[in-house]
């Protein structure tokens, strides 16, 4: 069984550009997560989809952060313009449901500089 | 509210010895589920185990245990005689239709 596609893996970009992430969950995954990871700290959620609609979003930085779940498959998050304090680890998982386990994508280090 | 604890930060021991990894979960909901996952060096999180807050019945999976404990909103984490790739980052989470990580507690083995 595939896991959790995510592309790119790595990403450079200069502070006030755009950057997009994508990320193809488990096939048959309702639910697909975005969590943030700074180095040293446990993940935070950014957003979480139940099929195309989104459950949570209360951490996401909207004023620069947009999310999207195309068709309840594919999912890309967008960060514009990106900020020094935006680097970090951008993981993808996808679960069954929200109570059921979730798995991870090997994730996109994004680097500001 | 929620909130995971996580009260151990780093935790080092010698290989062979059992270590426990401590999580206290905190949540007025009644039904919720609890997870424990694993970060090696590598970054990938990788699924461990999954409990029900209504089964307390406690657990052994090869080298790895768990012990829930509903009235303490403990929910520990044994590995026996570990190894050297147990080496990682362990991060418990909680919560029902929404999880929330702790902050992790990582594990050093050495040979």
């Known amino acids: 069984e595939a896991g959790v596609a995510q592309s790119p893996r790595y990403k450079i970009i200069e502070k006030r550009q755009s950057v997009a992430f994508w990320c193809n969950p488990i096939?048959?995954?309702?639910?697909l997560y975005w969590y943030q990871q700074i180095l040293g700290q446990g993940p935070k959620l950014l957003i979480q989809?139940?099929?195309?609609?989104?459950?949570?979003d209360s951490q996401l930085p909207k004023d620069r952060f947009s999310a999207e779940r195309l068709k309840g498959v594919d999912s890309t998050l967008k960060i514009q313009p990106a900020k020094l304090e935006d680097s970090a680890v951008y993981l993808c998982?996808?679960?069954?449901?929200?109570?059921?386990?979730?798995?991870f994508g090997q994730g996109t280090r994004l680097t500001v500089v | 509210a929620q909130k995971v604890t996580q009260a151990q930060t780093e935790i080092s021991v010698v290989e062979k010895e059992d270590v426990t990894l401590d999580c206290v979960y905190e949540t007025r909901d009644t039904t919720y589920y609890l997870f424990w996952y694993k970060q090696p060096p590598s970054g990938e999180l990788v699924f461990l185990i999954r409990?029900?807050?209504?089964?307390?019945q406690n657990e052994i999976s090869g080298r790895y245990s768990w012990n829930f404990q509903k009235s303490t909103s403990s929910f520990n984490f044994t590995i026996t005689a570990s190894q050297v790739v147990d080496s990682a980052v362990y991060f418990c989470?909680?919560?029902?239709?929404?999880?929330?990580f702790g902050a992790g507690t990582r594990l050093f083995v050495k040979a």
């Open positions: 409990r029900n807050s209504f089964d307390e």
């Open positions: 989470l909680g919560g029902g239709f929404k999880t929330i």
């Open positions: 096939s048959g995954h309702a639910t």
């Open positions: 998982a996808s679960s069954y449901g929200g109570n059921t386990e979730a798995f």
């Open positions: 989809f139940q099929n195309n609609g989104v459950v949570d």
